[in-house]
């Protein structure tokens, strides 16, 4: 699915993506509402989102909709703002990746495949705050300190192989944490750990 406000823009990427990757079908959508409503009816795998939009629904809000339609999808913002603010708050609504507009095609490409490796691809800013940094009480969730270290990493992107390797334990032993928390917490939908994530201010520098 391809979310833009310009014809021009929609045109290209569907051609290049019809170039580079094994696409079964295909939907185009020129505003948010437009966007959700055609999501109903299509389960997209992949969809590249717009952000400055006209039609009173903005990307933003369009990005969370959609999660919430499509909640095994990648959805990638793809934008001519280079703002990492703007990345900030695509992540934490649920995005997987942000891209950005005046990328060369190969990049492009190549930033795609990553995302649907299951890779989160924004800016490495976004990545540098420690986890012992972040300020923040988890004391009303029946998590243990160690829980608690994969529940933030996995909220940031991190794969289970980088939570193991930055903790020191094993890929299996990540999974049995995920389980675990994801019983607590009544969910395993990353997307409302993020929401949970956002309500105890994980995200605050």
């Given at each position: 699915m391809i979310i833009d406000d310009h014809e021009i823009v929609r045109d290209g990427l569907s051609m290049l993506l019809q170039q580079s990757f094994c696409i079964?079908?295909?939907i185009c959508a020129c505003d948010g509402y437009e966007a959700v409503k055609a999501a109903v009816d299509f389960p997209a795998d992949l969809?590249?989102?717009?952000l400055s939009m006209p039609g009173g629904l903005d990307g933003m809000t369009t990005l969370e909709r959609l999660r919430k339609l499509l909640p095994d999808a990648k959805i990638v913002i793809f934008s001519m703002h280079d703002d990492i603010g703007y990345q900030k708050k695509a992540y934490e609504a649920g995005a997987d990746g942000y891209l950005i507009k005046q990328l060369k095609r190969d990049d492009l490409i190549q930033s795609l495949d990553k995302i649907l490796a299951n890779q989160k691809v924004f800016d490495t800013h976004i990545w540098e705050d420690d986890i012992e940094g972040d300020q923040f009480n988890l004391v009303d969730l029946p998590i243990t300190k160690r829980e608690k270290e994969v529940f933030i990493l996995t909220v940031k992107g991190y794969s289970q192989k980088d939570i193991a390797e930055r903790l020191d334990i094993s890929v299996k032993t990540v999974?049995?944490?995920r389980q675990k928390i994801?019983?607590?917490?009544?969910?395993?939908?990353?997307y409302e750990w993020v929401e949970t994530a956002r309500k105890y201010n994980v995200f605050q520098p």
């Open positions: 079964d079908g295909r969809v590249l989102l717009d999974e049995n944490h994801g019983e607590k917490l009544g969910t395993h939908k990353r």
